[in-house]
């Protein structure tokens, strides 16, 4: 049974900075293409970011490219997801998740007010 747990989530002021981290069970890490995706209040699932299993192949939602930086270790079986220069926008739950699956996480909750 593949498991996810994510961490890393906080309160932050806009501009600030997070790193959230999920490690993942179950499964060969290393074969799966890994994704990040959010749930803001209200608002249904957004695709944020993904990784191919290698890392060599990466892709971001256009709003935050040039903000957050998706990244793994394979040896640790973890996906990370940097985000810098926060904005309220990107207020919500954040969940990863093997890519192309519907399995997730329980999600870390991201909060940017001032």
């Known amino acids: 049974e593949v498991q996810l747990v994510e961490s890393g989530g906080g309160l932050v002021q806009p501009g600030g900075s997070l790193n959230l981290s999920c490690v993942l069970s179950g499964f060969t890490f290393s074969e799966l293409s890994m994704s990040w995706v959010r749930q803001a209040p209200g608002k249904g699932i957004e695709w944020v970011a993904s990784?191919?299993?290698?890392?060599?192949?990466?892709d971001y939602l256009d709003s935050v490219k040039g903000r957050f930086t998706i990244s793994r270790d394979n040896a640790k079986s973890t996906v990370y997801l940097q985000l810098n220069s926060l904005k309220t926008e990107d207020t919500a739950m954040y969940y990863c998740?093997?890519?192309?699956?519907?399995?997730r996480g329980q999600g870390t909750q991201v909060t940017v007010s001032s």
């Open positions: 990784i191919s299993g290698g890392g060599s192949a990466i």
């Open positions: 998740k093997p890519t192309g699956w519907s399995t």
